[in-house]
């Protein structure tokens, strides 16, 4: 098992940034995939951005250029840097894990708001 922790979520304006985080436990060893979903009201969930042990990094193209995804091993913690963010942006985001006996795991989610 992983757990997943988020933090960072919040209310910004147009054009700010925000910096989330994502702290794994558990079975750290055991994750090839880690990244980060969004879901907005009313649509489907989605993926924003990864990093895949064996194929790197992978971003929605709605997001390239604006997010950065990063990974501190020694702290099994992801980031995800959102700069420029839109109002389209505005979502519930959660940080997923995949493991290498391709489990998924899910965090509880922390909503990011971008006002007009």
């Known amino acids: 098992q992983v757990q997943l922790v988020e933090s960072g979520g919040g209310l910004v304006q147009a054009g700010g940034s925000l910096r989330l985080s994502c702290a794994a436990s558990?079975?750290?060893?055991?994750?090839?995939?880690i990244g980060w979903y969004r879901q907005a009201p009313g649509k489907q969930r989605e993926l924003v951005a990864n990093?895949?042990?064996?194929?790197?990094?992978k971003y929605a193209d709605s997001v390239k250029g604006r997010f950065t995804i990063s990974r501190d091993y020694a702290k099994n913690t992801v980031y995800l840097q959102m700069n420029t963010l839109k109002p389209e942006d505005t979502a519930v985001y959660y940080c997923?894990?995949?493991?290498?006996?391709?489990?998924?795991?899910w965090g509880q989610g922390t909503q990011v708001t971008v006002s007009s």
């Open positions: 558990g079975r750290t060893l055991s994750i090839r995939v």
């Open positions: 997923n894990v995949v493991s290498t006996r391709l489990d998924n795991f």
């Open positions: 990093i895949d042990s064996f194929t790197g990094i």
